[in-house]
């Protein structure tokens, strides 16, 4: 096991990460830009290194610097948490080569999954079901138009090397077509500095559901269940629960093994989630994130398994502490992110809390590293917080959140608290009925 491990990354999940080092002997490092000097998870480390500026190109993506303060510290170790380079497989190629250990997977595979093209590909090699569409990247407007013509419209044209829902441009007609695929490249140039775009089948009224997988690169990989992901707003979630109320048992069962034995077959190690677009009964892969996930509380909550401490022991050379058979689903756990944002307009609210109280009680979890008195800064995130409630069922689950909503003190600046106080009593949302458009209709209709 490590003995101590830089954390390169900030906020709420710098201080979950460094929960986990805690609790397995294991000392921390944080590091901070100037505008963190006062950040929890860098009050409450063993050591800490300021890395730079607040810009994060000058200090949490500013690799020289990470690399130095683990040679500083003497951190055996470096996890990336999750956004900044949590997937960036330069980055852990470094740390190997200045005999650091990247708490995550391979870089091989962080490169595969991080080229959409490619990871597609991959996925087809495995086994797992992927949405019809092109085989790879369109090099040219015929070969757009025939493959479009051939899978039925609407079509989406998507980045290779896109996320968040930046490069992706639906055309629903052919005489969209020619102005998606010009709008998707220019965007993706833009986001990524890479113009390739591939062609998908567009669903209209899909899911959203992620299988969550554990493996240790020797040969054993297990699923953790799904989350339902659906409730987004410009393709980023807002609302995460496990399990999905749109599943049952046999599917569960059947996606998730397809799942594991594909990675079992890769060799894959760490965390990692598998994302899939649900309708009629079919799942259809969109993507992997090679990283812990923003959501993963929900899964540990019904689960009773630690994600980190498995990242954790898996980079430090051992197995996997369980097997599928150990795996057992307990109840119900939504997640709802807090922000700090306006709840309508959605501007960021940056600021200093003045006032910060946080619901407690049985099945009730507050992952966050503000603190009353705390000034978001307006460099990053706007993050706040994640308030995870679980309940014997949905219904208990729907019940004890709102009860918690309602004491969520956060005053000083405008957080998102007062629409999940809408969401929490909306019908649909009651039943389980939505997809990955709903909460855009509900906020085009509410506004």
Same mark, same amino acid.
């Given at each position: 096991?490590?003995?101590? #491990? ?35 998870? #860098? ?5 800490? %290194? ?18 130095? +303060? ?7 170790? !470096? ?17 190997? +080569? ?95 500095? @890479?113009?390739? #775009? ?57 996606? $998730?093994?397809?799942?594991?034995? +594909? ?44 994600? !980190? ?7 430090? $050379? ?7 058979? @150990? #795996? ?6 939504? =997640?709802?992110?807090?922000? +700090? ?28 590293? !503000?603190?009353?008195?705390? %000034? ?11 308030? *995870? ?27 998102? *608290? ?5 969401? !929490?009593?909306?019908? @649909? ?6 997809? *990955?458009?709903?909460? =855009? ?7």
């Amino acid at each position: 096991m490590f003995s101590k #491990v830089l954390i390169a990354n900030r906020g709420e999940i710098a201080l979950r990460i460094q929960r986990a080092c805690k609790e397995l002997g294991i000392q921390t490092v944080a590091v901070h830009s100037t505008a963190d000097a006062d950040a929890m998870h #860098v009050r409450l480390a063993d050591e800490s %290194v300021c890395i730079g500026p607040p810009s994060a190109r000058d200090s949490y993506l500013h690799i020289p610097a990470l690399v130095a +303060a683990c040679e500083i510290t003497g951190a055996e170790a !470096v996890h990336p948490g999750y956004g900044f380079l949590s997937e960036n497989a330069r980055f852990a190629e470094i740390l190997e +080569a200045h005999g650091i250990a990247f708490i995550g997977p391979k870089a091989e595979h962080i490169r595969i999954m991080g080229d959409k093209i490619e990871a597609k590909r991959t996925a087809i090699e495995l086994g797992i079901p992927v949405v019809p569409g092109s085989d790879g990247g369109i090099d040219n407007e015929d070969d757009a138009i025939r493959i479009a013509d051939e899978i039925g419209y609407p079509v989406l044209v998507k980045a290779a090397a896109g996320g968040g829902g930046r490069g992706m441009k639906v055309a629903r007609r052919p005489e969209d077509l020619l102005n998606a695929l010009s709008n998707a490249r220019a965007e993706a140039q833009s986001a990524f500095g @890479d113009a390739s #775009v591939y062609l998908e089948k567009y669903l209209s009224t899909p899911r959203h559901i992620e299988i969550q997988v554990l493996g240790d690169g020797k040969g054993n990989a297990v699923h953790l269940g799904e989350r339902d992901c659906s409730l987004q707003r410009r393709h980023q979630k807002v609302w995460e629960e496990a399990l999905s109320p749109a599943l049952n048992a046999d599917q569960r069962e059947q996606i $998730g093994e397809t799942v594991a034995a +594909a990675m079992r077959k890769l060799g894959y190690s760490g965390a990692g989630t598998v994302e899939f677009l649900y309708e009629n009964g079919e799942f259809y892969f969109i993507e992997m994130n090679t990283r812990l996930q923003v959501e993963h509380p929900v899964t540990e909550m019904i689960t009773g398994i630690d994600i !980190v401490h498995e990242q954790i022991r898996v980079a430090a $050379g051992a197995s996997l502490s369980f097997s599928q058979e @150990d #795996v057992h689903f307990d109840g119900h756990a939504i =997640e709802c992110r807090i922000n +700090a944002e306006d709840a309508r307009t959605f501007m960021p609210s940056p600021g200093r809390i003045s006032h910060f109280h946080t619901p407690g009680g049985l099945g009730v979890r507050v992952d966050s590293g !503000v603190y009353q008195g705390y %000034v978001i800064p307006p460099y990053y995130d706007s993050l706040i917080g994640k308030l *995870i409630v679980h309940g014997r069922n949905r219904v208990e689950c729907l019940m004890r959140l709102r009860r918690c909503l309602d004491e969520f003190v956060v005053d000083g600046i405008s957080t998102t *608290i007062p629409l999940f106080r809408a969401l !929490v009593d909306h019908p @649909d949302i009651a039943d389980g009925r939505y997809d *990955i458009h709903w909460l =855009e209709g509900y906020l085009a209709e509410t506004s």
